[in-house]
T-cell receptor
């Protein structure tokens, strides 16, 4: 149980185009999903917290107009990288927390990540 | 905000030896401390976690200890095996409130056969 998928697993796009990444909780409902960015051999940097039915909360330094997040349902959050540039190339990973439940549902379940390369 | 420091950044051990990774955190309000294992090109997987109401937790060859006073926690892996080779991340956050975790910088563990 508690499987999170991401689509696509990798994408190559031209500079100036937009790319949408989907994060789905397959067998559970998630009121909260998180989006991270990970550079090679580095840690997970939180970009934003996505709550179902409300606006995402962005971390300091993350441009909300560039990284659009939509959490329209309890099983789907999307990250759209708008007007992508080579410096946006990175590994993007989402995670989800089980909706409701006891403290044991603190666990963040991670998706497999999406490798974005902007040419 | 929370700040988590992790050491060492790389660790090599002989198969069968023990490995210890240490983390410190800054926010005394943090009460949830998970450890994740990330193999190359794969997603982070939770391997063990501890909450501040306990000082130690074990799961087979893996154990985590927490010192709330000193604000540090450690991961202990005994009888290491080559398949333990991966990057390990510690994190700190608040239990039960669905708030975000702050991750450490990661430790690349290599178990030499």
């Amino acid at each position: 149980g508690a499987v999170v998928s991401q689509h696509p697993s990798w994408v190559i796009c031209k500079s100036g185009t937009s790319v949408k990444i989907e994060c789905r909780s397959l067998d559970f409902q998630a009121t909260t999903m998180f989006w991270y960015r990970q550079f090679p051999k580095q840690s997970l940097m939180l970009m934003a917290t996505s709550n179902e039915g409300s606006k995402a909360t962005y971390e300091q330094g993350v441009e909300k107009d560039k990284f659009l997040i939509n959490h329209a349902s309890l099983t789907l959050s999307t990250l759209t990288v708008t007007s992508a540039h080579p410096e946006d190339s990175s590994f993007y990973i989402c995670s989800a927390i089980l909706a409701g439940g006891p403290a044991s549902t603190d666990t963040q379940y991670f998706g497999p990540g999406t490798r974005l390369t902007v040419l | 905000g929370e700040n988590v420091e992790q050491h060492p950044s790389t660790l090599s051990v002989q198969e069968g030896d023990s490995a210890v990774i240490k983390c410190t955190y800054s926010d005394s309000a943090s009460n949830y401390f998970p450890w994740y294992k990330q193999e190359l090109g794969k997603r982070p997987q939770l391997i063990i976690d501890i909450r501040s109401n306990v000082g130690e937790k074990k799961d087979q060859r893996i154990a985590v200890t927490l010192n709330k006073t000193a604000k540090h926690f450690s991961l202990h892996i005994t009888e290491t095996q080559p398949e333990d080779s991966a990057v390990y991340f510690c994190a700190a956050g608040l239990s039960g409130s669905a708030r975000q975790l702050t991750f450490g910088s990661g430790t690349q563990l290599t178990v030499l056969p």
